[in-house]
T-cell receptor
Framework: ETGVTQSPTHLIKTRGQQVTLRCSSQSGHNTVSWYQQALGQGPQFIFQ???????GRGNFPPRFSGLQFPNYSSELNVNALELDDSALYLCASSLSGSPYSDTQYFGPGTRLTVL | GESVGLHLPTLSVQEGDNSIINCAYSNSASDYFIWYKQESGKGPQFIIDIRSNMDKRQGQRVTVLLNKTVKHLSLQIAATQPGDSAVYFCAETSGGYNKLIFGAGTRLAVHP
């Protein structure tokens, strides 16, 4: 186990609704990254938060937003849900601060289905 | 649970054989590479990593080889076991920035 937890496990929403997914990082980790994994594909980077600020973003529209809290837990918010948003959403925590990239440890994911 | 990697390339091996999973990465500036294992319904699990100043790194039953000249990464699993059955992803990142770029993935099927 990585110590990274996510909630909820599964979620069903309808098109146009909004959703909030939650992640609790591994103890001591100050960086969280969010990924979207469509069925049969590798995870795609959404964005990363470091010390409560966005530290980079992938090719996702602004309706995907996030927050990181002082205790390093985080949220992924998606507004105006579309059918193509159906996917497994993964968060990964890491400890940043060195000159090199640091290992990211993934949670079990939240399976979002948009009807 | 849902299936990961429905249409991924599959490597089928016999239990006890050695497995080699290959990956071509995209960015010649990438300086850190990781192999992840993903079982159905679970998140990716870290297996082994390697930095660009190395060409080989060994773990328990696993070895990663890096060939920067041809931008190729491989994962070798010794004495493959049924519990190794999963989808394997290589991932790359560069410049101290933790955006992971994942490869397409390979399904490993281990037969008794």
């Amino acid at each position: 186990e990585t110590g990274v937890t996510q909630s909820p496990t599964h979620l069903i929403k309808t098109r146009g609704q909004q959703v909030t997914l939650r992640c609790s990082s591994q103890s001591g980790h100050n960086t969280v990254s969010w990924y979207q994994q469509a069925l049969g594909q590798g995870p795609q980077f959404i964005f990363q938060y470091y010390r409560e600020e966005e530290n980079g973003r992938g090719n996702f529209p602004p309706r995907f937003s996030g927050l990181q809290f002082p205790n390093y837990s985080s949220e992924l918010n998606v507004n105006a849900l579309e059918l193509d948003d159906s996917a497994l959403y993964l968060c990964a925590s890491s400890l940043s601060g060195s000159p090199y990239s640091d290992t990211q440890y993934f949670g079990p994911g939240t399976r979002l289905t948009v009807l | 649970g849902e299936s990961v990697g429905l249409h991924l390339p599959t490597l089928s091996v016999q239990e006890g054989d050695n497995s080699i999973i290959n990956c071509a990465y995209s960015n010649s500036a990438s300086d850190y590479f990781i192999w992840y294992k993903q079982e159905s319904g679970k998140g990716p699990q870290f297996i082994i990593d390697i930095r660009s100043n190395m060409d080989k790194r060994q773990g328990q039953r696993v070895t990663v080889l890096l060939n920067k000249t041809v931008k190729h990464l491989s994962l070798q699993i010794a004495a493959t076991q049924p519990g190794d059955s999963a989808v394997y992803f290589c991932a790359e990142t560069s410049g101290g920035y933790n955006k992971l770029i994942f490869g397409a993935g390979t399904r490993l099927a281990v037969h008794p």
